[in-house]
């Protein structure tokens, strides 16, 4: 099997963007060959220094990071279009910048000379393939050129229901998203195309819409038409929370056995998800790489048929799940080429 190294292009060079940077720095299957980022590489190099997780040794000579495992060239571009990505053989791009969601950004990306495109946000319109791992993993094919992982919360959203909905018949779930804010929201009030978000983040409680549903719905068919939420984004730097409502078929379930449902679960999902059994808050899951922390302390028995959850994530176990869906590409075109030399 070879041990070739995945070569990785990142565009945009915030939080995610440098989450990225220092996990693939700890790994032996990656390379960033390049990022993209119209931000001065003297600052960049600084900021790397404020991620949640650190790699050692890392420098900036010219226009070059360099750390004892790789260098990467820096280009002050942010376009998808002013990419050139073949000149550094990259094999897969992650788009961290939440902006180039479409078809035509994609395009361009894979046109100067990246393999494939993976988007660090949901989709605006088609793409080949919305990979949540531990839900869909092996619907990957070599021949899927754009792709996406989702956001954190249809991560969060998507392996709880899959765990759960394994297990339950669930008739209806509502949920809502109790969420960090982020870096597209001004920390004054700022005139906007959105009338709550032009408001600061950094002094309100600002009700937001939910992409995720609808994906999460194509991910798990059997919940089609059943699922809602909305998102509140809250005057946190770091840390989100998910409250999820079930409404289940069995009105025998208690909160005891959904609890036991994701306990059993973790072992099947280890690095995913993960349990929390102290009464922690939004700080403590700073630096946690699960998709989702399930807080077995937040569970209540609702009347007859309704249980409540609460979870925790944050933009590090999403970054930890993009470089995820990298490896499972890598492994399918490893697959393919040995499959191909033995026919």
């Known amino acids: 099997m070879s041990t070739r190294k995945t070569r990785l292009g990142i565009m945009g060079f915030g939080e995610i963007g440098r989450q990225l940077y220092h996990l693939a720095a700890e790994s032996n299957e990656f390379e960033v060959v390049a990022i993209a980022d119209i931000g001065k590489p003297e600052i960049l190099h600084y900021l790397l220094s404020t991620a949640s997780i650190q790699s050692p040794d890392v420098t900036l000579e010219g226009n070059y990071l360099r750390n004892p495992r790789f260098k990467t060239r820096m280009m002050r571009t942010d376009r998808p279009s002013e990419s050139i990505w073949d000149l550094f053989e990259t094999d897969l791009v992650i788009d961290a910048t939440g902006k180039f969601d479409t078809r035509p950004a994609m395009q361009d990306h894979l046109d100067n000379g990246a393999g494939r495109v993976l988007i660090s946000t ?17 619907s990957a094919r070599a021949d899927d050129r754009m792709l996406t992982a989702g956001s954190a919360t249809t991560g969060a959203l998507g392996l709880l229901l899959k765990v759960l909905s394994d297990r339950f018949e669930i008739e209806s779930a509502s949920m809502t998203s109790v969420h960090a804010y982020t870096s597209d929201q001004p920390v004054q009030d700022y005139a906007g195309k959105d009338f709550r978000r032009s408001r600061s983040a950094a002094s309100n409680i600002i009700p937001n819409t939910v992409k995720s549903i609808p994906w999460v719905e194509r991910l798990l068919p059997s919940l089609a038409g059943k699922l809602s939420g ?20 069995d009105e025998t379930v208690t909160a005891e056995d959904v609890n036991n449902v994701v306990l059993e679960a973790r072992a099947a999902n280890a690095g995913r998800l993960d349990v929390a059994t102290d009464p922690i808050v939004s700080s403590d899951v700073i630096g946690n790489r699960s998709s989702v922390l399930f807080d077995l302390k937040g569970t209540l028995k609702g009347g007859r048929k309704m249980v409540k959850t609460l979870c925790w994530y944050e933009s590090l176990g999403h970054a930890c799940r993009l470089l995820d869906v990298a490896r499972l590409y890598s492994a399918v075109d490893t697959a393919g080429g040995e499959h191909a030399r033995s026919n």
Request: proline share 8%; net charge negative; glycine share 8%.
């Open 122 to 138: 949901l989709p605006a319109d088609g793409i080949d393939r919305l990979i949540v791992p531990g839900i869909n993993d092996a």
């Open 230 to 249: 909305h998102a509140l984004n809250v005057p946190v730097q770091k840390g989100s929370m998910m409250d999820l409502n079930l409404v289940l078929k």
